[in-house]
């Protein structure tokens, strides 16, 4: 079986060597073999958990969640109800947030609109930046 330095398993995973090490450290990534120069050496199965790992990062799952998915992942015979739990309570996080993200989306257009392209002293963007309370939205 092929081991690769941790360089390389950045390289071929996408994650940077200090988070290489840092997953290393809590956990997510079992400690790799070392060379008798204490040397990291990473197979291809610890290749294939850092891209897991990279890959439910990108998706916006938080470390507690990569860790069960991965618990998941190690015994897959089991039920997979908490995995489909852990996405669900993703995919409210991202609905939660597309709504905060509208509803800034529409502040910005309404001091924008409120501009007039007048005078700064005159301006919607710097009055409401300036006091919060003349926010038509209140959660952004």
């Given amino acids: 079986m092929e081991k690769v ?3 390389e398993a ?3 995973s996408g994650v940077k060597v200090p988070t290489i ?3 290393e450290s809590i956990g997510l990534v079992r400690e790799p073999a070392r060379s008798a120069g204490n040397q990291r050496f ?3 199965s610890d290749l294939r958990r850092l891209a897991f790992i990279r890959h439910a990062r990108e998706l916006g799952f938080e470390v507690d969640a990569i860790r069960t998915l991965l618990h998941l992942q190690d015994d897959p015979k089991q039920s997979c109800a908490s995995a489909d739990a852990i996405a669900k309570a993703r995919i409210a996080d991202v609905d939660q947030r597309i709504r905060s993200l ?3 989306k ?3 257009e309404t001091m924008v609109e409120g501009c ?3 005078r ?3 301006c919607r963007v710097i009055e409401v930046l300036a006091d919060h309370g003349q926010c038509v939205h209140d959660r952004h």
Wanted: glycine residues 8%; hydrophobic residues 25%; aromatic residues 12%.
């Fill in 10 to 12: 950045s390289r071929q």
């Fill in 102 to 104: 509208t509803a800034l």
């Fill in 106 to 108: 529409a502040e910005l």
């Fill in 21 to 23: 090490r840092y997953y």
């Fill in 120 to 122: 700064v002293e005159q």
């Fill in 42 to 44: 990473y197979d291809k």
């Fill in 116 to 118: 007039s392209h007048g």
């Fill in 5 to 7: 330095t941790i360089g």
